[in-house]
């Protein structure tokens, strides 16, 4: 199984699942030894929350799966949530068959 590391790591659902599992578990070990950490748990994740959207406000984390902070043309095309991108691909594709056949039209005019 290959896994693009890099790639995931621009990823803001990731980066927040990654460091809300990371306080978590810091936090259980120090209640399981018995140490009570002077910032609580819910102080941490703010701070971590304000620095994931910071990156995300300077671009540093967007959508891994599109170049640019833009989304593809498959997302801007979706009209609900629940539209499947070879749904959006074969309507753009029968649109395109028909403005061919509008354009061969014309020309055998």
């Known amino acids: 199984m290959n896994i693009n590391w ?21 936090y259980q070990i120090l209640g399981i030894i018995g140490v009570t950490a002077p910032i609580s748990q819910d102080n941490i994740m703010q701070a971590v929350g304000l620095i994931i959207n910071l990156l995300v406000a300077m671009g540093i984390l967007v959508d891994p799966t599109t170049p640019g902070v833009s989304d593809s043309t498959v997302a801007q095309a979706k009209t609900n949530i629940n539209q499947t991108a070879e749904s ?3 309507s753009q594709q029968d649109d395109m068959a028909e403005a061919i056949d509008a354009t061969e039209s014309e020309v055998r005019k």
Request: no cysteine; hydrophobic share 65%; glycine share 0%.
């Open 88 to 90: 959006i691909v074969k």
């Open 6 to 26: 890099k790639l995931r790591f621009k990823n803001t659902a990731t980066i927040t699942a990654l460091a809300a599992a990371i306080v978590a578990f810091v």
